[in-house]
């Protein structure tokens, strides 16, 4: 049961250890896990250290089955279709580097994909012969319609897989991947899903998309969910879990899909088992409550920012989450020597972390909004990019 939750913004920042003189406006970058995250994973820690063969042999394997059971609970799916890697790139590649490939197939994905999941898909293209094919979208976006367009557009009779964000990092687009996965479906292709920026920002339900045509999903603890950093897992369609293989093949390999998984190795697995205690604040403050209100901050400050520097979104409102993008007020060239130009004198002069960068042939600053956050931050960032991109040397130096 949902317990009350105190409001949110300013009087909530003793609960995460960010530096108090700094502005922290980078949620989405990496996460932060909450003190009482941290402290959960610390205590895992402690057990494990206590009696090293005891938590490994007798209590690690039935709490990551329980943390995996609650996740599913959480995300409307079977905990046994659940297994935990250590970041989204991980489940990507375990995913990847299972398929069968041969040469000529294709995979496709977005324009909007990110760094390290595209140098995956790049090297795993590379050693079969396949080829990775980019669906342009266009940016600014103006549709839905238009990004189901150029993803259809993109498939042909030798794609072999589609990989989809469920929220871009970058560009920070909310994309329809239901209605994507139907249509895939349709042309008899499945679809793998990175959910770097899905559960905990937007709603996230395993059995409708499994229905719809996705087959593995990778998303994210130490994001949007609040566990701490080194938690994210993997969900796979009993139909394709005889076929996935981790990275690290190690003592438990050919014993099934889950405890190949489970036992990677001795690690630190106090991440893994913060979840429980992430997902509790998930309750705590109630998911919806959550997204309801740092949706409403994001969208509020992009729209305001805009309206003040008279430039342009990155998307309609609606497709926007706990992220937002907005362009910059400045012709200085979209490099990224002039997008971390701008990020470098934000945080020396003004305290401020955000992320800044090039795309399309502009620079973007990508907004994120947390439990932590109020209006009053954006209104801080908007006077100082108005202050910096004002200056000539600085449009000089891109």
Known sequence: MRIHAPKFGHALLHNWRLESENLYLNHGAYGVPALA?????????????????????????????RNAALLGDFLNGEGEDIVFVDNVTAGINAVLRSLVLIPGDE???????????????????????????????????????????????????????????????????????????????????????????????????????GEAGVRWYVGSGHHWLGAAFGCAFLWVHPDRQGLVRPTAISTRFGEGYTEAFDWPGAKDFGAWLSLSEALRMQETYGAERIRSYTHDLAARAAERLSKRWGTMLGAPLSMFSAMASVTLPTRVPASERAANDIRQQLRDGYR???????????????????????????????????????DAPLAASG
């Open 107 to 209: 995979i496709v994905a977005t324009s909007h994909l990110y760094q390290s999941a595209r140098r995956t898909l790049e090297f795993v293209c590379e050693r079969a012969g396949a080829r990775l094919v980019l669906a342009d979208l266009a940016y600014p976006v103006r549709s839905e319609g238009e990004i189901v367009a150029a993803i259809m557009g993109a498939l042909s009779p030798r794609t072999r897989l589609v990989m989809l964000d469920h929220v871009t990092a970058n560009t920070a687009i909310h994309l329809p991947i239901e209605t994507l996965s139907l249509r895939c479906a349709e042309r008899g292709v499945p679809v793998m899903v990175d959910g770097t920026h899905g559960p905990g920002n937007v709603p996230v339900d395993l059995s409708t998309l």
């Open 37 to 65: 995250i941290s402290r959960a994973a610390e205590d895992w820690r402690k057990q494990a250290e206590a009696n090293p063969t005891r938590f490994f042999e007798q209590t690690l394997g039935p709490e990551i089955r």
């Open 352 to 390: 401020i972390e955000v992320t800044i960068t090039p795309f399309s042939g502009r620079l973007w600053v990508r907004l994120s909004a947390y439990l932590y956050n109020e209006p009053e931050d954006y209104d801080r960032l908007c006077d100082a990019v108005s202050t910096i991109t004002g």
